[in-house]
């Protein structure tokens, strides 16, 4: 049995773990999962995970396991993509632990509104658009000194954080002000082979 990620292609959350398998050379099938008609909702789906949340994965042994963090630090498990030093390791949690509660809840929400939803940009609450620019204003003053998030190496917390950051500006962000961040998104895409 391969591994089966269940996600919607428009979201970062699943495509952080398509990403991180592709990474680390871990064959899964893609099953595309449309959550605006209600695809988290059917009874199948809600047996798998009952959030009724994409992404969903189910491992090559059968038992699901969802929230893309978790999931892609299970499939990195004992790889290069955690870091071996224990407080280097601590930073990558920190990163991606603050990315669930400090960037994505912004980020991705001003990006649902203006780019999927096809929105003007007075729908996005004002707090949005300031929280989002101080997550970014966050990411840019790491990356001014360091190449990746937790030093010289990529770890999950760039694959974490570059999901939603990468597709910012569809959000309504200017992206001109953040030259490290740029710089770095190009640097986790070669790394990762992203090429749309």
């Known amino acids: ?9 428009r979201s970062g959350n699943c495509l952080k773990i398509k ?14 999962v449309d959550i605006g008609q209600g695809g988290t909702r ?9 959030a009724g949340q994409v992404p969903t994965v189910v491992l ?19 790889s290069d993509l955690i870091p ?3 407080y280097d390791r601590a930073k990558m ?7 669930q509660y400090s960037h994505e809840p912004y980020v991705a929400v001003a990006r649902f509104h203006r780019h999927l939803m096809g929105k003007g ?7 949005i658009m300031q929280r989002g620019e101080a997550a970014l204003a966050r990411l840019e003053l790491q990356l001014k ?14 694959i974490s954080l570059v999901a939603y950051t990468r597709v910012a500006h569809e959000g309504g962000f200017d992206m001109a002000p953040y030259p490290a961040i740029r710089a770095w998104v190009a640097r986790v895409e070669a790394a990762l082979g992203i090429t749309d």
């Open 84 to 86: 071996a030093d224990p």
């Open 121 to 127: 940009p007075e729908s996005v609450e004002p707090r």
């Open 93 to 99: 949690h920190e990163w991606m632990f603050w990315e």
């Open 42 to 50: 059917t009874d199948e789906f809600l047996r798998m995970n009952p």
């Open 60 to 78: 090559d042994d059968g038992r699901a396991l969802a929230q893309s963090n978790a999931v892609i630090g299970y499939l990195a498990e004992g």
């Open 145 to 158: 000194q360091t190449p990746f998030l937790v030093g010289a190496a990529l770890s999950l917390a760039d």
């Open 1 to 9: 049995m391969t591994m089966r990620i269940y996600g919607d292609s």
């Open 19 to 32: 990403w991180a398998a592709q990474k680390l050379g871990i064959p899964f099938d893609w099953t595309e």
